[in-house]
Each structure stands twice: as structure tokens, then as C-alpha cells.
């Protein structure tokens, strides 16, 4: 037997054998129930044989017959294929939809004040944005393009490093011309300090200790009192509203420090880190032109 050509009237009735009722097909297909069921006539019409058991009462008025039943998995599997089948033809196209995903403070304090550059250099790729702390399925989730930080390793991502940084401490201003006293490190044991909790205990995330240390100060004992923050946007704007010293995360604080929003204290010490900034996607979606587009410019920028 051929395969049907009724790719409509196969999704009248995939949407109504899930649904139940014609009127939820209906509206979700965005036609009139009399349009769904004469589809779903249409197609039992061909098949031959009827695809509903309809009752009179009832919530479940629209119950697929066992045939039906059978047959929907691979319906749905073909209807997500057909789909899947559809981004593959839009890949190739310099424009479109292009998913990134970033941490919401990287968005926030690096790209999204950069993006509109980007939009102005391709206007016709359309940028969704996915903001999130944790690792995302490329694949599942349909993502692009990434920036993620860390060592540089991802199961199943390229990843090509985007931007080193350094940590340091960072104040308002204003808190800098209140405390005088800040003339060497060991003076910030006796300040508020603004710990960033966003990737605490992963390796390489800069601490408080560990500048410290760096810097020449071991008593270290009593920097955990102050605030603690998961978020390292809001830990620089805590910062720049003069709550406390923040250790600083050069790339996160680039755009406070050049405007004069935040103060860096002791630039001579010299703290880099062993985490990067690295663009991350799928090896076998490298070539496609929306993708390649945006990484080139991410590099651009962070070379600026």
C-alpha cells in the first residue's frame, strides 16, 4: 500500500486521538471542529476502515479504535521527524532562528550590552536566548551556540576558547574614598566582604581564600562573615551600590570598571585564573552559516 499523502488530515488525527475531541483538535490547530472532523473522515474514507469509537457521553467522547492505537507511535515518530527533517533544510540558511546559551550573568554583563552589534552586522538571523546555570542538551533542547566557563571540556561539544580572565577586588567609588585605610591587603579582613557562590566548589572558581592567600594575607579565618550571592551580576551590583568589596571576575566587571561604576584596589597583584570562557556547539552543525556567523563574532568582540 502507498503512503498516504494526507499529511493534514494525519495531524487532525494524531491532534484528536491525544486530545479526545474534535473541539481541542480544533483549537489547537487553529480551524473549526467541523474542518478537523471532516479530515478525520477524509483519512478513514481512504484507510477504509474507522479510526474513532464516538461516544455520546462522557468526557472521552472520541476514543481511538485498537488499530489507532497502534499506529500512533509511529505517527508522532514521523510527524518528529518530518520536523526535525525541516530545521535540517533552514540550517543551511544564512538566516533565521540561532538559540544561544549563556549563564544569565554573562548575558547580562558581557552580551547582552554587545548585542545589538550583532544584530546590526546580521540582521537577518533572529537570536533566541537561552539563559541558564546549568549544562544543556545541544541536541534535546535544539541549541545552537554557547558560551559556557569552565576547563574547556564538554561531552559531545567543540569547544573553542573564547576569553581568559583574572579575579580581584573591586569597590564602589564612594566606599573607596569612606576607607582610606585600604592601603595594603590585610585591610579587607576588616570589611565587609561579597562572596560569589555562583560555581562554589568547582575547580578553578576564584575564592576569597585564595586571592588572599595570592596576595600575601594567611589570616584568613573570619573572611566567610559578609554577604554570599549566587549570581555573579548581582554580586557586582551589590558592589557598585556600596554594600561591601567584591572579588571580581575580569570579564563580568570590564564594562563597571571602564564607565567608573566599580574601582579595581591593588592592580598590582596579579591573580589569573585556570577557568575560561569557551564558545561551545555541536561538531557537526560547525559549518552551518548562522552558527559560523556568531561565533566569528563573539571572537571579534572579545579581541575589542
Known amino acids: 500500500m502507498k503512503s498516504p499523502v494526507h499529511l493534514n488530515a494525519l495531524r487532525a488525527f494524531e491532534v484528536s486521538a491525544r486530545l479526545q475531541s474534535f473541539s481541542a ?21 481512504w484507510l477504509g476502515t474507522p479510526l474513532f469509537v464516538r461516544g455520546n457521553s462522557g468526557k472521552a467522547r472520541l476514543s481511538p479504535t485498537e488499530a489507532a492505537e497502534r499506529a500512533l507511535p509511529d505517527i508522532r515518530t514521523g510527524f518528529d521527524r518530518l520536523t526535525l527533517g525541516l530545521e535540517r533544510l533552514q540550517e543551511g540558511s544564512t ?24 544584530q546590526t552586522a546580521c540582521p537577518d538571523i533572529d537570536v533566541r536566548l537561552d539563559t541558564n546555570h546549568k549544562s544543556v542538551d545541544f541536541a534535546g533542547q535544539r541549541i545552537d551556540i554557547g558560551v559556557r566557563y569552565g576547563m574547556g571540556n564538554w561531552p559531545g561539544l567543540k569547544a573553542d576558547k573564547l576569553m581568559d580572565e583574572e579575579a580581584f577586588p573591586v569597590c ?30 568547582q575547580a578553578g572558581f576564584p575564592t576569597w581564600e585564595e586571592w588572599l592567600k595570592k596576595a600575601g594575607v594567611n589570616d584568613t579565618a573570619t ?15 551589590t558592589a557598585i551600590e556600596g554594600h561591601g568589596i567584591a572579588l571580581a ?3 563580568m566587571a570590564r564594562d563597571d570598571l571602564s ?34 556567523a556568531f561565533r566569528e563574532w563573539l571572537i571579534t568582540e572579545a579581541d575589542d
Open 25 to 45: 483538535a480544533a483549537a489547537e490547530l487553529n480551524v473549526t471542529p467541523a474542518a478537523v472532523g471532516q479530515l478525520v473522515r477524509t483519512l478513514e474514507d
Open 95 to 118: 538566516s533565521g532562528v540561532l538559540t544561544v546559551t549563556v549563564s544569565p550573568a554573562f548575558a547580562a554583563k558581557w552580551l547582552l550590552p554587545r548585542i545589538d552589534r550583532f
Open 172 to 201: 564602589s567609588p564612594e566606599l573607596l574614598r569612606q576607607r582610606r585605610q585600604l592601603s595594603e591587603p590585610g585591610d579587607l579582613i576588616r570589611e565587609t566582604l561579597i562572596h560569589d557562590l555562583t560555581m562554589a566548589g
Open 223 to 237: 573572611i566567610r562573615r559578609g554577604m554570599q550571592i549566587n549570581n555573579s551580576a548581582a554580586v557586582l551590583q
Open 249 to 251: 571576575r575580569s570579564i
Open 259 to 292: 564607565s567608573g561604576r566599580l574601582v579595581r584596589l591593588f592592580p598590582d597583584i596579579s591573580f589569573a585564573l585556570n577557568v575560561s570562557y569557551y564558545i561551545v556547539y555541536r561538531p557537526e552543525c560547525a559549518n552551518l552559516p548562522r552558527l559560523a
